[in-house]
């Protein structure tokens, strides 16, 4: 730990962030993912790696927080431009591999790892040295041993966080505790087949708006969502983003971050499946991970003006994996298309009594870029890709009326068109577990 309480710290006067300008973004998520061994690292991999570059490098201290049940080391790594002094930077603690055998999220920490370790390209230098970055690529390392979700209890750890009853959050809880820092993040993958309507596409959770909440708090996590929106847009990436409220189960990592330390906090869920191979899912967490931190350098560099951060100015050039959106015929006369947005489903005045995915039909023209829900004037989720749908959590829900809203956005947030309809929901519903 001495060798976090660091030396000279010398702060630029420009901003040069990550993907903005200089560097090619889609370049440098293939430059971080050239760092992918070629298969998944071990535990013991990730421990041995980790010492050596922290015996290698002055940008790398790596140290274990904790023993898993089963006795095995719990590393954690943070990466700062040499020099730094706490306090000086923004601080990002990101965790991956809760669940054992969800894998990218070891990968994308390590191969961002060893870039940043490595690399002498000056938008990264930049980036460290306003935002220490601290990294746990493998917080279950019991269960990444035996490729399962669970630890070696048997617990789900990513529902062990209001109880703290495992070694393992237990470590990371005290770890955050010591390093206090600004945004937390938390890397996760979805299974390939399931029916979830959530669990489609990838998808990224935040704060939304909460009375437990700053408005700015919520409303800066939910601006960092819209801008991965963009930048998952320009990458051919489908997104969906849900807001979390406090009435959602706050036993889960990234909620219990964000409700009761106050941190911005997000869960990045890479999809599996569909021939998205690890370096897809990858270049997925890579592209959070770094539109978290230039958030965050952004606000060291300007603590209030989030609005003008440098990532909406410039946004990367497309590689797309979609087809292209359907654009108005080239020659001739041509009437501008105008975006619309319809709810198709529910109908308006429907009685909801379970399960019910809400579903928007929108016509759009080449401004549009992502369509949000909202129940009652509280925005709850958001999406760039069709279907547009968004899983009502009914069980949040009190019996009665409630408005439903859908409303199609520019990439700068405005409204292009919207739609609203009443709903019902019945008394004594019962939940159906999953
Ligand atoms: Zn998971």
Redesign the pocket.
């Known amino acids: 730990m001495t060798r976090l309480r660091l030396k000279l710290g010398v702060c630029p006067g420009l901003i040069v962030l990550l993907l903005a300008g200089g560097v090619s973004a889609a370049n440098l998520l293939d430059e971080i993912c050239a760092q992918y061994p070629g298969r998944p690292h071990s535990w013991l991999e990730v421990v041995n790696t980790l010492k050596a570059l922290d015996e290698a490098s002055p940008r790398l201290s790596a140290y274990s927080v904790g023993l898993s049940h089963e006795g095995r080391q719990i590393p954690l790594a943070a990466l700062y431009a040499p020099g730094t002094k706490f306090g000086e930077t923004a601080r990002l603690f990101i965790i991956a591999r ?2 054992g055998s ?1 894998k990218a999220g070891t990968e994308a920490t390590m191969a961002l790892i060893r870039h940043l370790v490595g690399t002498q390209n000056e938008p990264e230098l930049n980036l460290l040295r306003r935002v220490t970055l601290i990294i746990c690529p493998m917080v279950n390392p019991d269960g990444a041993e035996r490729n399962r ?1 669970r630890n070696a209890q048997g617990r789900d750890l ?1 529902r062990d966080w209001a109880a703290l009853s495992q070694p393992e959050t237990r470590a990371i809880e005290a770890a955050v505790r010591m390093w206090r820092p600004h945004a937390f993040v938390d890397l ?2 979805l299974p390939a087949n399931s029916r979830k309507a959530a669990y489609k596409v990838n998808f990224v959770e935040t704060l939304g708006p909460d009375a437990a909440l700053s408005p700015a708090l919520s409303g800066d996590c939910m601006f960092v969502a819209r801008t991965l929106t963009f930048r998952a847009n320009a990458y051919g990436f489908p997104l969906n983003a849900f807001f979390d409220d406090s009435s959602d189960n706050l036993a889960l990592a990234h909620r219990h971050f964000g409700f009761r330390h106050g941190l911005y906090s997000f869960l990045l869920e890479a999809k599996t499946g569909g021939g998205r191979d690890m370096k897809h899912r990858m270049r997925f967490h890579l592209l959070g991970m770094l539109t978290i931190a230039a958030f965050l350098a952004g606000k060291v560099a300007a603590p209030s003006a989030t609005a003008s951060m440098p990532l909406e100015a410039q946004p990367p050039r497309a590689v797309s994996r979609r087809p292209a959106r359907p654009s108005p015929a080239p020659a001739g006369p041509v009437e501008p298309v105008r975006t619309t947005v319809r709810l198709v489903s529910p109908a308006a005045g429907s009685e909801i009594a379970g399960d019910t995915v809400l579903r928007a039909e929108v016509t759009s023209s080449e401004e549009f870029s992502y369509v949000t829900f909202e129940i009652d004037g509280r925005v709850k989720a958001l999406t760039n890709t069709a279907p547009f749908e968004y899983r009502l959590d009914w069980t949040d829900l009190a019996p009665g009326g409630h408005k439903v809203a859908v409303r199609a956005h520019n990439r700068s947030g405005t409204v292009l068109a919207q739609d609203e309809i009443p709903i019902r929901l019945r008394g004594e519903t019962t939940q159906v577990a999953e």
């Open positions: 809760q669940h969800e979700r990513n996760h993958e």
